[in-house]
């Protein structure tokens, strides 16, 4: 297994990526939560790196937010984003009851998160709801990535298998 002093000597780095339909830096609502850049985006949500204005803590905020022009269970989907809200680019009756029940899906999920405890789980530290969406906050981890540590050291076998077993 590694060292900490090992996996600290290699410099992580919270890089920005560039994309129109994320929420722009700033607060989140009334909430303590601002925004700094956005840092990933995947088919479910936004990831953005921030800071709890309240105590300075860094974490990771997700916002629910799928991929726009996708179908669930025969439902087509489109959602933008007008004046820092998620909303259904067309109002039907069947994609506003899909939408809020994924909504509630992404919700239940950050809950049952919340409430696990594991030292190999992030630990979500908020969910809330805010600008149409969910929202879950979790803490911040400033290691680096596992290809950032790969590229940057040689792996032994053990420790290679160490990593694969910790992801499993």
């Known amino acids: 297994m590694f060292h900490l002093d090992e996996l600290l000597r290699v410099k992580p780095t919270v890089e920005g990526i560039e994309n129109l339909s994320a929420l722009e830096n700033g607060r989140i609502g009334e909430t303590a939560y601002i925004i700094e850049k956005t840092i990933h985006r995947s088919n479910d949500c936004f990831v953005y790196y921030g800071k709890n204005s309240l ?10 937010f799928p991929m726009i022009d996708f179908s669930y269970l025969g439902v087509s989907i489109r959602l933008q984003r007008k004046n820092r809200e ?9 994609s506003i009851r899909v939408l809020s029940n994924l909504k509630k899906y992404y919700k239940e ?25 969910v929202y879950t906050v979790m803490e911040y981890i400033p290691y680096p990535t596992l ?3 790969i590229e940057h050291k040689n792996l032994y076998p053990n420790q290679a298998k160490s990593f694969f077993e910790m992801i499993m």
């Open 55 to 64: 105590t300075n803590q860094s974490v990771v905020i997700k916002e629910f």
């Open 86 to 94: 998620v909303r259904l680019s067309e109002e039907a009756v069947e």
């Open 109 to 133: 999920s950050s809950l049952m998160m919340k409430r696990l405890s594991s030292k190999y789980v992030v630990n979500v530290l908020d969910v809330f709801e805010c600008n149409q969406t």
């Open 147 to 149: 290809e950032q540590f």
